[in-house]
């Protein structure tokens, strides 16, 4: 199994809510990501509303990625 490189995480802010728990995200790069908030984030409920600041992790292609938190 090939081991990858862990990134750092991202801030950025969300810019939209979407159908089925996603959001549009606008990172520092001006770059917009599709976003989906993690496990642990749906298990304990936290909100994320439009205007939020966020933390990301991103997927290699850097068109989606995991909210982890809110800042």
Do not use: C, N, W
């Not at 991202?10 to 996603?22: C, H, K, N, R, W």
């Not at 790069?29 to 205007?51: C, D, N, W």
Request: hydrophobic share 40%.
């Amino acid at each position: 199994m090939v081991q990858q490189k862990k990134e750092k995480p991202i801030e950025g802010s969300v810019i939209e809510a979407l159908p089925s728990a996603t959001f549009k995200v606008k990172i520092a790069t001006g770059e917009e990501v599709l976003a989906y908030p993690s496990g642990k984030m749906r298990m304990y409920f936290i909100k994320i509303l439009p205007g939020d600041k966020v933390l990301l992790e991103l997927s290699p292609d850097r068109r989606r990625g995991r909210i982890t938190s809110r800042l």
